[in-house]
């Protein structure tokens, strides 16, 4: 389901989805407002991108939002005034939530603006990341929670950590050759673009 936003004095414009006629969204899912939705992006059964508070919200070529993923934000502009510290700015604009391209973000994730998720990085079932930055090439492991931290890229996060200060931030492991789960990404971007392209290619609406 795709609809546009209601307006209020946080959304003041009403904005219907854009999303890359490559991409599938499927029916038991919601966008909702001003969120963009890039090239051959999976999203799955009862997922919702809400951009109707937090906005704009942008998911990347090749990303999937899997199955039960909540993607939302607080608001980011409040009586026609930006709230600068609910927003991260990719390429000089300012976004509530940024996914980039090649990220999988696997069942029951919440991503919560302001946050950004870097490209070729996995967040693992049941994770939430708030007020966070996540560079490229990362691993979370399912059952984390990531809030008002930055992870430096190709880091991994081990299942069910808390991670709310920088200095543990700046202390995870290096994903290297000998890291199970260094190449699994891979996997699940290949797995998400295939079913996009067949479900699309079906007529599945």
């Not at 051959?40 to 990303?63: N, T, Y």
């Not at 026609?80 to 994730?109: F, P």
């Amino acid at each position: 389901m795709k609809h546009r936003n209601t307006v209020t004095d946080f959304s003041p414009s009403a904005v219907d989805p854009s999303v890359d006629a490559t991409a599938f969204i499927h029916p038991l899912a919601a966008v909702i407002g001003n969120v963009t939705i890039g090239k051959k992006v999976m999203v799955s059964p009862f997922a919702s991108i809400r951009g109707d508070e937090g906005q704009p919200l942008f998911i990347g070529d090749h990303s999937n939002v899997q199955d039960g993923v909540i993607i939302h934000a607080l608001e980011t502009e409040i009586d026609g005034k930006v709230v600068e510290k609910n927003c991260v700015t990719v390429k000089g604009k300012h976004y509530a939530v940024y996914v980039d391209e090649k990220v999988s973000l696997a069942h029951q994730v919440q991503i919560h603006g302001p946050a950004f998720v870097g490209n070729n990085t996995f967040v693992g079932m049941k994770s939430l990341v708030f007020k966070s930055q996540i560079a490229p090439r990362c691993v979370i492991e399912p059952g984390c929670i990531i809030m008002g931290v930055t992870v430096a890229e190709g880091r991994y996060v081990p299942a069910g950590t808390v991670l709310k200060n920088q200095k543990d931030a700046d202390a995870l492991p290096l994903i290297d050759e000998n890291y199970p789960m260094k190449d699994m990404n891979k996997g699940v971007i290949h797995v998400n673009v295939a079913l996009a392209d067949g479900y699309n290619r079906d007529g599945m609406q």
